[in-house]
């Protein structure tokens, strides 16, 4: 029943430099905050939405972190 992760969440958890880490895994971790569960095996799509985007976001200046396989 969990299919985002968002600014809205109430147990939302940022890293202590500000940024925010999102765990996707068909595994629940240790501490489930910024998990998003997928099925073992199967594609999942990954997407980003901006509502009421500011110009670094349409102008393309800003750039999303990588996705990083830790497994």
Do not use: H
């Amino acid at each position: 029943g969990i299919y985002k992760v968002g600014d809205r969440d109430k147990d939302l958890v940022l890293d202590e430099d500000g940024a925010l880490t999102i765990t996707i895994s068909a595994e629940r971790p240790a501490a489930p905050s910024n998990w998003l569960p997928c099925l073992k095996g199967q594609k999942f799509y990954l997407m980003f939405r901006a509502y009421l985007p500011t110009e670094p976001v349409l102008d393309g200046t800003i750039v999303l972190p990588p996705v990083v396989r830790t497994s």
